[in-house]
């Protein structure tokens, strides 16, 4: 089983920026998808952006263009750039790893975009 940790959220103004980290336990060659998901209190967690191991990419409607993803094999690190923050984005971050047959979560962090 991978064991993951996010890092990197916050309180941060509408318009600005923050980067979350995800580090995986284990060697990132077992995963195959990787993405992260988000959860606003009284709703469902919904995907925000996946990337496959050869670096395909998938973004929720409301953050493209907005947020990048990407992973370092290397480091065993899954990063989330978010720029042009809005209120809507405020929620918790999970990080998700898929394998064969089993998937992992992170523990969350929360990000707060507000003035």
């Known amino acids: 089983q991978v064991q993951l940790v996010e890092s990197g959220g916050g309180l941060v103004q509408p318009g600005g920026s923050l980067r979350l980290s995800c580090v995986a336990s284990?060697?990132?060659?077992?995963?195959?998808?990787m993405g992260w998901y988000r959860q606003a209190p009284g709703t469902q967690r919904t995907l925000v952006a996946l990337?496959?191991?050869?670096?395909?990419?998938n973004y929720a409607e409301s953050v493209k263009g907005r947020f990048t993803i990407s992973r370092d094999n290397a480091k065993n690190t899954l990063l989330l750039q978010m720029n042009r923050l809005k209120p809507e984005d405020t929620a918790v971050y999970y990080c998700?790893?898929?394998?064969?047959?089993?998937?992992?979560w992170g523990q969350g962090t929360q990000v707060t975009v507000s003035s």
């Open positions: 284990g060697s990132m060659f077992s995963i195959s998808v």
């Open positions: 998700n790893a898929q394998m064969s047959g089993s998937v992992s």
């Open positions: 990337i496959t191991r050869s670096g395909i990419t």
